[in-house]
């Protein structure tokens, strides 16, 4: 006879499993369940032709009720550079627009943000970073994977951004996140 397995879901979205065996526990990441409940979202701008220090791409939180926290960046160029990974608010972001995918197809949400590619409205490089969240050296041709696991959170009006120092021919940048709301 099959052994019943039944599944147990807390109040905070984190669930367990009983059976005759005992209980084991099977806790969701934040992120993890900001995509199942459809608040998890990317935000991939298209590969194109930067000069030095420009934005690649800028992601502005637009709800009042919610944060947008970061998971992760990826990125690429096809020139070594380094790259500067930046916070800033009341920017009025320019450049080509990026639509939020939401990762779970199944939601019909759609981002509360504001994405840019190519984007030219903030002060960022001109004020030598001063909402510098990170900077690193990437090889030429390479994808790079920036775990942020949260830890940048975006009120509203508030963006983040990643800055390629040195012109290239071919880059682009990956930004994924999560909306939650204000406690």
Do not use: C
Not at 79 to 95: K, N, R, Y
Not at 127 to 139: C, E, I, P, R, T
Request: hydrophobic share 40%; no cysteine.
């Amino acid at each position: 006879m099959a052994e019943e397995i039944l599944g147990i879901v807390g109040a905070s979205g984190r669930s367990a499993e009983v059976d005759d065996g005992g209980l084991r526990v099977n806790p969701r990441t934040a992120f993890e369940q900001a995509v199942i409940d459809g608040r998890a979202f990317s935000w991939a701008s298209l590969t194109y032709d930067p000069e030095a220090h420009d934005t690649i791409l800028g992601v502005e939180n637009n709800s009042p009720t919610e944060l947008l926290h970061m998971h992760q960046l990826i990125f690429t160029s096809d020139t070594a550079s380094m790259i500067h990974v930046f916070t800033a608010s009341g920017d009025d972001m320019t450049g080509t627009a990026v639509t939020g995918v939401n990762l779970n197809r199944a939601s019909g949400r759609v981002a509360n943000a504001t994405a840019k590619a190519n984007e030219t409205g903030n002060a960022e490089q001109a004020g030598s970073y001063a909402g510098k969240v990170l900077q690193k050296q990437v090889a030429a041709n390479e994808t790079v994977v920036i775990p942020l696991d949260g830890a940048v959170i975006l009120g509203e009006d508030h963006n983040v951004g990643v800055d390629l120092t040195t012109a290239a021919t071919a880059a682009n940048a990956t930004f994924i996140g999560w909306f939650e709301p204000i406690s």
